[in-house]
């Protein structure tokens, strides 16, 4: 069974601070992996995908993929409390996207 | 370009009543999702399809749950005899027809409260 592991949280980290969100994959054919943002209330939102190793950057994002470890993160730089969501890993596989259960983020003024 | 579009946002039934959820992909997308989400839980996945074919419906209830995604207009979720438990958000996400593309944009949501 694939598998999407985040740690559920909620993760509490200082405004201006740098936010951690990391999540684990089962399925080493996993080719393409998505970030999702998720305010109380509303729909999933796409941030980031990345598709090969290393570090992509956007804006005060940036994905990491590793994987050999099985491994993606996000960062969040200069965090705001605007930023205060649910973060969800999605992970591809045949035209579908396996999900986390995702990471509530509190940003404290 | 208009983003997913789900009617209506916010539907209230009784028990043993139907419910329609109505889903419009993006333009040009072929994909349909469906997910469910319960207050303070994850998306669960329900049912993938293409123009005219239920792809994968791994996660639909085995009764009362029915999807459907026509040649021409929406697709639909529907379900029956609705009980208090499938008060839920309801999220239908669409994705190109590209074997390259996976990336799934949702709509605002359907909100289903059953009384």
């Known amino acids: 069974q694939k598998e999407v592991e985040q740690n559920s949280g909620p993760l509490s980290v200082p405004e201006g601070a740098i936010a951690s969100l990391n999540c684990t994959y089962s399925?080493?054919?996993?080719?393409?992996f998505f970030w999702y943002r998720q305010y109380s209330g509303k729909s999933p939102e796409l941030i980031m995908f990345?598709?090969s190793n290393g570090d992509k950057e956007d804006g005060r994002f940036t994905a990491q993929l590793n994987k050999a470890s099985q491994y993606v993160s996000l960062l969040i730089r200069d965090s705001q409390p605007s930023d205060s969501a649910t973060y969800l890993c999605?992970?591809?596989?045949?035209?579908?996207?396996?999900w986390g259960a995702g990471t509530k983020l509190i940003i404290k003024p | 370009n208009a983003g997913v579009m789900q009617n209506p946002r916010h539907l209230v039934r009784r028990r043993g009543q139907e419910a329609r959820l109505r889903c419009s992909p993006m333009?040009?997308?072929?994909?349909v999702y469906w997910y469910r989400q319960l207050p303070e839980e994850g998306l669960k996945f329900m049912v993938y399809?293409?123009?005219?074919?239920?792809?994968?419906e791994s996660g639909m209830p085995k009764e009362r749950f029915s999807a459907e995604f026509p040649k021409e207009g929406p697709s639909i979720l529907r379900i029956q005899q609705v009980v208090r438990g499938d008060s839920a958000a309801y999220f239908c996400?669409?994705?190109?027809?590209?074997?390259?593309?996976?990336?799934?944009?949702f709509g605002p949501g359907t909100r289903l409260l059953v009384l």
């Open positions: 996400a669409s994705s190109p027809p590209s074997s390259e593309e996976e990336t799934q944009y």
């Open positions: 999605a992970v591809g596989s045949n035209y579908q996207l396996i």
């Open positions: 990345i598709y």
């Open positions: 399809l293409q123009k005219e074919n239920i792809i994968d």
């Open positions: 333009k040009g997308h072929s994909h």
């Open positions: 399925d080493r054919g996993s080719q393409s």
